[in-house]
């Protein structure tokens, strides 16, 4: 019984420790793409600049 129970635990520690890893790696691309964003309306602005001068 002992057994069975620490290869649930142990797959519940792996399964967790995989969540983790991939909610970082989701906030990552997120925060990757949110500075293209910025970048783009960057260029957008310094071009509505360009345009007025």
Do not use: P, R, T
Not at 27 to 53: C, G, P, R, T, W
């Amino acid at each position: 019984m002992e057994e069975v129970a620490g290869k649930i635990f142990n797959l519940v520690m792996i399964l967790g420790v995989l969540g983790i890893v991939s909610a970082c790696v989701i906030v990552i691309m997120l925060i990757i793409k949110l500075f293209d964003i910025a970048k783009a309306i960057e260029k957008l602005q310094n071009s509505i600049e360009q345009l007025k001068k």
